[in-house]
């Protein structure tokens, strides 16, 4: 079982990770948009691809 002290030390970090994150996609936003729309453009088109292949998956479960 891990402490009161362990547990804050934890808060801490995932805080301190959280927030520095949000400040360098501003950053990135900001100062790189063209890289920064590429980069989005790619996650998103990886997202689009795991949603058709399941949807691929189920039409062929069905039918």
Do not use: C, H, N
Not at 1 to 24: C, E, N, P, Q, Y
Not at 27 to 35: D, H
């Amino acid at each position: 079982m891990r402490d009161a002290a362990g547990r804050g030390l934890t808060a801490m970090v995932k805080k301190v990770l959280t927030w520095g994150s949000i400040a360098f996609l501003i950053f990135f936003v900001a100062y790189r948009p063209q890289s920064a729309a590429e980069v989005f453009k790619s996650i998103g088109g990886g997202i689009m691809d795991i949603a058709t292949g399941f949807g691929d998956f189920f039409s062929s479960l069905v039918a």
